[in-house]
């Protein structure tokens, strides 16, 4: 389970603040010591961290999608020559869903 920033940073106040040790911090908290010795490394946390996709030319992956729009995400992987998981997480980033229809066939 990820913690975000704030609860890191409230743990690591209220640690200082009452002098306790790692292992009476863990334990009011019900945190493992392991993770506050992870913590005190790097403080920041890792939650929302935008990736660069370097697999995808994402300039060229907007045309196909504009060019082709009824591609599967397989197809689409074979013309950019990536795999089709690579192609998923490519179009959640540009925020691109999968089709749907209006009207039963």
Same mark, same amino acid.
């Given at each position: 389970?990820?913690?975000?920033?704030?609860?890191?940073?409230?743990?690591?106040?209220?640690?200082?603040?009452?002098?306790?040790?790692?292992?009476?911090?863990?334990?009011?908290?019900?945190?493992?010591?392991?993770?506050?010795?992870?913590?005190?490394?790097? @403080?920041?946390? #890792?939650?929302?961290? $935008?990736? /660069? +996709?370097?697999?995808?030319?994402?300039?060229?992956?907007?045309?196909?999608?504009?060019?082709?729009?009824?591609?599967?995400?397989?197809?689409?992987?074979?013309?950019?020559?990536?795999?089709?998981?690579?192609?998923?997480?490519?179009?959640?980033? @540009?925020?691109? #869903?999968?089709?749907? $229809?209006? /009207? +039963?066939?």
């Amino acid at each position: 389970m990820a913690y975000g920033l704030d609860f890191r940073q409230k743990v690591f106040a209220y640690k200082e603040k009452n002098r306790l040790t790692f292992e009476q911090t863990s334990q009011h908290f019900e945190i493992n010591i392991a993770t506050l010795f992870r913590w005190q490394n790097k @403080l920041t946390s #890792s939650i929302g961290q $935008n990736r /660069t +996709a370097y697999k995808v030319d994402m300039e060229a992956l907007k045309e196909d999608v504009a060019k082709f729009p009824g591609d599967y995400q397989w197809e689409r992987a074979k013309h950019l020559n990536v795999g089709q998981p690579a192609i998923h997480y490519a179009l959640t980033r @540009l925020k691109i #869903s999968f089709k749907k $229809n209006t /009207t +039963a066939p």
